[in-house]
């Protein structure tokens, strides 16, 4: 599975991106998909995650509220959208998939439940 990460940049302090993932190699509604991050000096955080067909989502703490995890099966794409971004979300964003289609609310925050990762998308929040 490869998975290309993109839609990161340099944003304010109150502004919004979203950023996209693209998959490749595997039927794409059999895997769960995640966003983690990683900012400098810090362990990878998870952000948000959603099951193979769509009907299921988690948040992680600092994106409840504000970030959107989506996706469209069609498209063999998972999408994040982030508002009301804050410096501290600052961070390199990483799409992961799961080589299943289910969530466990016990696991889901693990990276080590991810199988594939993808490159990363640097995120830039300005104050």
């Known amino acids: 599975v490869q998975l290309q990460a993109s839609g990161g940049g340099l944003v304010q302090a109150g502004g919004s991106l979203r950023l996209s993932c693209a998959a490749s190699?595997?039927?794409?509604?059999?895997?769960?998909m995640g966003w983690f991050r990683q900012a400098p000096g810090k362990e990878r955080e998870f952000v948000a995650a959603?099951?193979?067909?769509?009907?299921?989502?988690y948040y992680g703490d600092s994106a409840k509220g504000r970030f959107i995890i989506s996706r469209d099966n069609a498209k063999n794409s998972v999408y994040l959208q982030m508002n009301s971004l804050k410096p501290e979300d600052t961070a390199v964003y990483y799409c992961?998939?799961?080589?299943?289609?289910?969530?466990?609310?016990?696991?889901?925050?693990?990276?080590?439940?991810?199988?594939?990762w993808g490159q990363g998308t640097l995120v830039t929040v300005s104050s």
């Open positions: 992961a998939a799961r080589v299943i289609a289910t969530l466990l609310s016990g696991t889901v925050d693990r990276p080590s439940e991810y199988a594939y």
């Open positions: 959603i099951s193979g067909s769509g009907r299921v989502t």
């Open positions: 190699g595997r039927t794409f509604s059999n895997s769960a």
